[in-house]
């Protein structure tokens, strides 16, 4: 009887390693699930080049870039110290230091304790730290481009176009081609009257925000806009939408919001382009 018991323990001990790996697995060894693997990132108007490791939107819909590129890139301090099956990492720069430990959502900046939205993550041993994090703890500008999916950090505090455009084929999409005079305006009351600091639809003013002639250019409409010259705008082209119109802008003629003010609104002056619009 005691010789039956031990031999069905012992077959049922050997059932047990692939069940119990699936059930204790801790956070640092279970799969990390990537919803996306497409984003870029850059700092002012350089892309930041990630060699092996790359960025990701977990499953929180949120951005997870690798630590030890962004800290280079950004010219910050890191340190990191194993804290059990995690890892804590220090990242500093002249002003600020933030403490994190992937897993936890619990960070210190400057020595004062904040809870995160999303925790860091430790992934095949390297330290990811969330984008929205890495920006609010530094104090840094961010900007979404939607179109070609790069999350930017403005360091020095300004807007920048993207470094990286997604290849497209859009001339068959055209539906006319309109060649017009292009100017520059900004949010100022001066320039944009009661609307403030939006356009005619009633979204904020944005870099890709067009005033157009609705007799000519219905509002709505997607377009690409080329043959401008000017460092605040995207090299070679940019995508905007019509969602705005000007006292001024009759006729084959736009205005194009400027985000970095009057001064490079001036600076653009009037420049001929060509204005593709483009179908669904």
């Known amino acids: 009887m005691n010789s039956r018991i031990t031999s069905m323990l012992k077959a049922c001990l050997l059932t047990l390693p692939a069940a119990a790996i699936l059930v ?33 939107l977990d499953e929180n819909h949120k951005l997870q870039v690798p630590a030890r590129v962004m800290a280079d890139k950004l010219g910050y301090q890191l340190q990191w110290e194993h804290a059990g099956a995690q890892m804590k990492v220090t990242l500093s720069s002249s002003t600020t230091t933030v403490v994190f430990t992937t897993g936890d959502p619990n960070i210190t900046v400057n ?15 390297r330290a990811y730290v969330p984008f929205r994090m ?32 997604r290849p497209t084929k859009i001339a068959p999409l055209y539906t006319k081609t309109i060649e017009a005079r292009a100017s520059a305006y900004t949010a100022a009351a001066a320039e944009n009257g009661t609307f403030a600091a939006r356009d005619y639809m009633g ?78």
């Open 134 to 165: 890495l920006a609010d703890s530094f104090s840094i500008q961010t900007q979404w481009d939607n179109l070609n999916r790069i999350a930017i950090l403005g360091v020095d505090g300004q807007y920048h176009a993207p470094a990286w455009y």
């Open 24 to 56: 204790f697995a801790s956070p640092a060894q279970a799969e990390t699930v990537r919803l996306a693997e497409d984003i870029k990132v850059q700092v002012n108007s350089s892309l930041v080049h990630f060699p092996d490791a790359q960025p990701f």
């Open 111 to 125: 020595g004062q304790p904040s809870v995160q939205e999303a925790a860091a993550k430790l992934v095949d041993g």
């Open 203 to 280: 979204n904020p003013l944005k870099l890709g925000t067009i005033a157009v002639d609705p007799a000519v250019i219905p509002l709505g409409s997607k377009v690409f806009i080329e043959g401008y010259t000017h460092d605040g705008l995207p090299v070679g082209g940019m995508y905007a939408v019509a969602t705005d119109i000007g006292g001024s802008v009759k006729g084959n003629k736009i205005d194009i919001f400027m985000p970095q003010g009057r001064h490079a609104a001036l600076q653009f002056g009037i420049q001929n382009v060509k204005v593709h619009v483009l179908g669904s």
